[in-house]
Structure formats: C-alpha cells, structure tokens
C-alpha cells in the first residue's frame, strides 16, 4: 500500500499558510483512489476556504442549501487511511473540513479539527436584572459592534447580529437549570431587546417589549451567543461503506460535528466532541453525531461527548408527506421538514412503507423502482408491485436502511437538549455509558408532524450505564429514558416493539426514571436508585411492564 508523506508535497505544518490550494493539487493528481495512505506530519495547518473544491450540497439538519466550499474532498476512494500523527487541523470559516462521499473503507485517525475562528461568541454576565444584562464580551475574541442598538459579532470578512443565546453555569460549564434557548431575533416571534455599549468590553443589553430575562441568570454565567447559521458540520460522509474516525478531537464546529446519510457501517471509536481547557465552552453548533438513512453496523464507543449545542447522538430515517397518487404504483411525496430538503428517499430494490400519521402504523409496504427528485421539495416514487389504497397526507418511510446500533463506554454531558435520540428499526444496544444530560438521556421518538423523523424501535437494549443529574431542564424531556412517539391525541398502539433496562444506575435526576409512551414491551430489572432524584416511572398505553420494583 503505498504511503504519500504529506510534506514531501509542501503540505507541511505552517501556522501563517493556507495549505488548501496544495492539498486540492495533490487530491486531484492521484493515479488511483485505491489501497493508500495520506501522512502528515505533527504540527499546525490551516485550511481558508478560498481555494477549496465546491459543491452544491443539501445536508440533512442544516440550513442554507448552498454551494460548499470542501477542503479534504474525498470522493471514489477505496481503502484509505488518513493519519494526523497528532496534527492539528485548524479551518477558517466558511468550509466543510472532510466531505467523504461514495467511498469504501476509509479511516481517519490521530487529528484534530477546530475553527480559526468561531460561529458563534461567548460573554460573561455581570448583572443579570429582570428588565436588564449587563455582559462582558472579550473584543480581541469576539469582535463586535452596536448600530442602532443592535449587536452585530465579525465573521472572517463579514458580520452577523445576534440571534440567540444560552447561558452556561459558571463552575459546571453546564446549561443553566431551568434554563432555556433565549431567541432575540428581530425577524422572528421573539424577545425584543436594545443593546448599548457601556465600555470597551461591557454592553447592556435590556428587554423592550416589556418581557423579562431568565428569573435564574446568575453573574458570572457564559452566555453563548449564537450569530452563525447551523451551516457546515465537520465531517459530512453520505454514500459510503465502511467509514472509521478513531482517535480524533472536534473543538468547535459550525455545524453538526459528524453527519452520515445514506452510509453503512459506521465506527466512532475514540471521536470525542470535546472542549479545550483554555476554548470557549461550547464544541459544536448541533448535534454531535447524526445519522440519517444510515444501515450496516453503526456503532459509537470510547466518545466524549460534551457541551454541543443539540444532541449528542440522533439516529433516524425520514418520513415524507403523500401528496398525490397518479396510478396504484405511484407515489408523489413531498419532504417537509426545511432541513431536510433535497435528502433522496430511496434507490431501486430498497422497501419503502406507507405509515399512517394518526398513530404512525404500518399500512402497506413496496420495492421501489425508482426514485426520481422532481426537485428539492418533491420526489416521485415507482413501485414494483400496486399498492393498496393509499392517503394523501399519509407519510412513507424507508425500510429497507435500518442499522444496527451499539452505543458503548461513552460519555454524554453538558450539552443543550438531550443525550440519544434512537429512532432505529433494528436493534439498538446501549451499554456502560455515563449520561450527565440537562434533558433526556434516551429519547425513542417517532414524528410525522414537525420533525418527520421516522424509526419503531424493534428492540433497545440499555443495560450497565450510568445516569447522573439528568432532567435539569423540564423543557427538554420528560422522563430519564423517555419514548414518546408523537400520536394524535386519543390514538393508541404501540410504536416500539421492545425496550429493555437493565442494571443502571440513576442518580440525582430532576425528573422520572421511566417516562414510557406506546411501547410493546417494558422490562426493567435490576436497576439502582439512591434516596435523592425522582424514581416515578410513568407508563402510558403500554402492553406489557416486566419490574422487579415492588409497586410497579
């Protein structure tokens, strides 16, 4: 297998040269895409977008479907190895650090990546009054600016104001209890706020609209202010087999750190979303690690995950809306989700079903002939066989992508929202982790109405982790392990087949153990509690409770 030494084609640490155009040289002059390995040396590199390859993508879960600026496009490889021997990748905005698409067997390993730059800004709260903030906000940093009392934040050659932010606990790094998402954009149903400098580095920032602040900001807090659309994860794999990141560090991210579609075979072994001592508290604009029609063996193990500002881990399929039945093989669908445009349903061979959006069952199932995008919003769907009366307004899934999930010896903190969104069709396993989540720290879902993330879980096995001050924030969950497809009021059945828990440990959580909505079957045994948290378990329209608790 030949070994290409990055530095013997000048792409080589430097902390002052952009070393995108060499590397783009160098990618397009390989003879062959098969059986290599790209070495680099330890050190610093820095990747500016200007040079970079340029591809008109949608992504699953992020906004703006425009051109993206790639920077290690790897496309049609076979067996290749990526190894940072310890570098440090460092990306100027705007750019998607690794694209791998339609590739078999590739590994990447011993790196890390972060941004020059940052998506997002961060200030320390010195006064936090009902009506008014004061906040210091480190200029050199977080350059900004105020016009007509509105803040405006510098991204590389352009500017952004505030839209959001989230307050962080001074001593954890953790969000705020009882704390929330606070929208300020002026474009949307949202506070009204003004803005005044106070000095070099202090602003004021007080409500207008007669509303006020979070009653429980605290001096001392880190507001995360958020200016930057969710637009560029990390690394972005889709039609590929084989895929492995080990041993690698995400910093910060203006997107989702690790997004997979339409890819099988996955391994996250040792890929931590992490903070840096001396970094912002925040890692990534999004999730973690999300996967959307991903099959194969999917598994996460030796990950920290902590402090990004969505999910740690959300695995699903999509539903699409039936908008129109031509004949008794033919389907119009329509995606509805705005991130999740221009995301292919299906390939010729695969199984689709036809789900029901009362109570999300199952009434008819076809192997697509074809699948052809009418455009971003709407595709057409040719069946083999004819289907059965069909709704319009009823959703279809894909079947046939359904991976099997093990989720093992991770850690899952600090993070806005919640821990692992499982909304698989195969068998999930989870197993000797350490959830400290302000939400849920297991979420079964299933959505044809806002999210159309599809997914019954068949079986999901949680067994030996550990569940440590979870639920802090009731607007994020409602139970510890929670399944709460979303039915129409007054609508029964069972969505998840199976869900099995056993021998974890739950400690100090500020809501319900077991929050259980239309499941088949529940077992929980062996499990401990200590005296302090909430142990309730709440069950609703489920068939069968398995307990070794006296009581249940």
Partial sequence: MPVYKMSDYQIAPDKT???????????????????????????????????????????????????????????????????????????????????????????????????????????????AAPKEMIVRIDREKYPFRIEKQTLYFREGRGERMLEAWM????????????????????????????????????????????????????PGNILVMRHHPRSHPAFYVTDSDGVCLEQVQCHKTTGIAFLAEWTKNILLENFDVCRLEDGPVFTAAADAAHFVHCGGRLEIGNCLFENQLHHAVNIHGIYAKIVDVPDSRTLLVKLQNEMQKGIRMAHEGEEMAVVQTSDLSETARGTVVS???????????????????VWIGDVVENVSCVPEVRIHDCVFRNNRGKGLLLNGKGTTVVERNLFETPGAAILLAGDAKRWFESGDAEEVRICKNRFERCGYVADWGKGVIQSSPCFQEGETGFYHKKVYISENFFAGNGMPVLWMEHVGKVEFWENEMDEEGDASVVLKDVGAFESDRMGD
């Fill in 17 to 127: 040269r952009d070393q995108t155009r060499k590397l783009q040289k160098f990618l397009n002059g390989l003879s062959s895409k098969k059986d290599c390995i790209l070495q680099f040396e330890p050190g610093e590199y820095h990747f500016y977008p200007d040079y970079a390859s340029e591809r008109v993508l949608y992504i699953s879960d992020h906004h703006e479907d425009v051109p993206k600026r790639c920077i290690f496009l790897l496309e049609g490889f076979e067996n290749l190895l990526v190894d940072g021997n310890g570098a440090q990748f460092l990306f100027h905005m705007d750019c998607i650090p690794v694209y791998i698409t339609k590739c078999r067997q590739v590994t990447v390993t011993n790196l890390s990546i972060d941004y020059a730059e940052s998506g997002y800004s961060e200030g320390i709260i010195e006064k």
């Fill in 167 to 218: 307050e962080f606990d001074a001593h954890t790094r953790a969000p705020l209890k009882q704390g929330k998402e606070f929208l300020v954009d002026q474009s949307r149903d949202a506070a009204k706020i003004a803005c005044e400098m106070l000095d070099d580095d202090s602003i004021s920032i007080f409500r207008t609209d007669g509303g006020s602040f979070l009653k429980n900001s605290q």
């Fill in 371 to 389: 699948c052809q995008f009418l455009n971003s919003d709407y595709q057409e769907i040719v069946f083999a066989e004819e289907l059965p009366p």
